[in-house]
């Protein structure tokens, strides 16, 4: 028989826990009890709840299952701030997917969906209080009010100097002036009123409302296709694979808006770089006329900016976004198409944590929201072609320009004839500089593009072209001084430097690498009369300097335009007759499996930044390795005959697309406990892991040390990412490294660096 007592404690309901990440700078996660009348309580609200002596806030993560032996040792929920959830259900369900895939906390996607400044609450307040003196006091009034309050008597003073007698409350010392205000208000001085706050980021900004243009017979049956399956249940992923100038904007504008006007929300993600006002102005004058405004989410707004353009494309103000990938995340209501704009491009990955990729996520979340997901481009990744190629994504084409301008003329010259002549060291042909020549004798502009990822550590020969790579993958070996030998980033094989060329006996094989310093001094030197700008990383760091330089060279104002592949896409200048790529092989000599991918993308979408206005368009590729496939497709306008090839080389070598790879990286400031460390996770690894995951011995890193560690690296491969994922993260956490090692795992990695 059961006390009383007992009896009492068994009928009391099981407690139910929610998981709770606590706002602020670390990850904490913590338990707390569901408290009576607070049952409602979904993943995604948020929440205070009782922290050391604090009330802190937070979000909750998931609701636990009923243990017995929480009764009493968790603290209750505080409030619920809001009973509807800050986070919709899908793109909860999104963060919990991602967290799992790419092995990385769920708070850290969590953070990616609620920014910091919507978390804060700070900036809520979207009204200010705003101070207007009503009469001024007299003389006597002044003198006895200096003796009596002091403070009343200064905040008079400053509205009677102040221009239209007004001032906002924090002009005069925010809310500690509000109690003298007051007092003031009451004897009848001023008065105190709350005024509507703008921060609409694009302010001032007037767009002139454009209309649809008449599709061409391409577009149209693309369009067509994509409304389909807007408006079917069962959907598919889309590929649209247009060649450079085919009109695949005007088709994504003519989606979305048909999207809007069906009481659904759309979203566009594009590259980072393509964020520009010339491409924000041609989507907002389209969509002006639309129910709903559009927000921009890009990554110099205000954290009051981002604050109110969060709130308004959650509340559904806001019915389409446009931003790069982290614009993936935004909370967009009734979902009903997602375009990916310039889908192979690589600023897609996000490279630090949590590492993702936009594009992918685009696709996962189209799946959990039941929207269309459009992924545009003329070069598309091999991971998309492979998708499209096997049915998974259905594919759209548009295979002629939409101005009915041909595709510009590209003239490959090989630098191994070039290169006995001294001059201009290799970086300028003959042919070229004549090119150049005849642009500035006529006013006309030239791009120049130096393929450099900052990056040079391969063996080449000048005289045969023939590139050092690994025997096992294909991919060019890295000269490492420490070792004095060359490395596969991929597998870890391991060869001594060659001291004549293994193909042609050539004694000149040498570490390659210019600088765009070098080349624009060489430049200024061929050319002492022309006008040149270069565009690099160390420009970009300068605040507007980049979009100073194009106003120039869009201006005429500039002939030759030298930049990395910073300048290579995106952009539209009708004055530009020439391009000229001045070494199209260093993009090839990295130790990169999509190294060749990379540059005939570049390659693709710098010819076809030439010839886009009324002049016709010449492109000229200066290459040691004129047989490269990257090279030769790209000179041809062939995609899909370069994907044909590359991926058949991707299968026999058993790269990406047909398996997951990732990097395993290890940093530490101690050179030897790195090294160290990076073996003993190693050889746990071979020992633990199944054999369907392989990883490869590990090597430094192709750059060794930076930021003051010293770095060492492993590939993983597998057919499954997720398992690679659970697995690895499994012994990383079992090895228990300590505070002075860094370990991080890239899922479907694209550096290699
Ligand atoms: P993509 O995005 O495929 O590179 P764009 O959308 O930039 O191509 O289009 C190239 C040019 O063709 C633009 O100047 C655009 O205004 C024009 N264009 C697109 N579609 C049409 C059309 N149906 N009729 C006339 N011009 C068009
Ligand atoms: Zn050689
Ligand atoms: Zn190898």
Redesign the pocket.
Known sequence: MQTPQQQNLFDEPAVRAARILIDGASDLVFDYAIPPGMEGILPGCRVEIPLRHHTATGTVLEITEPQDTWAGSLKPIRRLIAPEPLISAPLMDMARWASQYYAAPIEQFIRCIVPEPVRQEKHSEKTHKVVRLLSKPSQEEETRLNKRAPRQASILHLLTESPDRTLTLKELGGTAALTPCRALEKQGYLTITEEEEHRDPSAGEDYLPTSALKLNEEQEQALKAVVADIEHADKKPILLQGVTGSGKTEVYLQAVEHTVRQGKSALILVPEISLTPQTLQRFKSRFSSLPGSVAILHSSLSDGERFDEWHSIREGTARIAIGPRSAVFAPLKNLGLIIVDEEHDGSYKQESAPRYQGRDLAVLRAKLEGATVVLGSATPSLETLHNARTGKYATLRLDRRADGQTLPLIRILDMRTEAKDKKYAGVLSERLRMAIDKRLARGEQTILLLNRRGFARSLQCPDCGHNVT????A?PLTYHITEDRLI?H????RAIVPRECPECRSSNILLQGFGTQKVEAILNRAFPQARLQRIDADISRRKNAVRDILGQFRARKLDILLGTQMIAKGLDFPGVTLVGVLNADLGLCIPDLRASERTFQLLTQVAGRAGRGDLDGEVIIQTFTPHAAAIQFARRHDTDGFADQELDLRRQFEHPPYVHLAVLTLRSTKEELAEYSMHTLYRRLVKNLPPDILVSEPAPAPIPKAYGQYRFQSTIKSHSARRIATCVSQEIAAMNAGDDIIITLDIDAYSFM
């Open positions: 690994c025997a096992h993958c991919l596969c991929l597998c870890g094989y």
